[in-house]
């Protein structure tokens, strides 16, 4: 994880989503999730994993470090 896609997300301020992303390039519907934040009125993927549990952890990653300073 970039320490610019943290950012991103700390600048967000809690505007954020981890929602499944089906992969239209795969025949096999292999789900991913992705981290989305909401940019001028719209909700923009960050970034992509096909872990649920990575995602979450970068996003409570930048929250932590928005509490710290």
């Known amino acids: 994880m970039s320490p610019l ?3 991103r997300i700390k ?3 809690g505007q954020v989503k981890i929602a499944p992303i089906a992969d239209p ?7 991913k999730y992705g981290i989305q934040i909401m940019e001028s ?11 649920r549990t990575i995602c979450e952890q970068a996003v409570r990653k ?3 470090q928005v509490i710290l300073g």
């Open 5 to 7: 896609t943290l950012e």
């Open 11 to 13: 600048k967000a301020k």
């Open 25 to 31: 390039q795969k025949a096999t519907n292999v789900m």
């Open 41 to 51: 009125g719209a909700w923009v993927t960050i970034f992509t994993d096909h872990s």
């Open 62 to 64: 930048a929250a932590s």
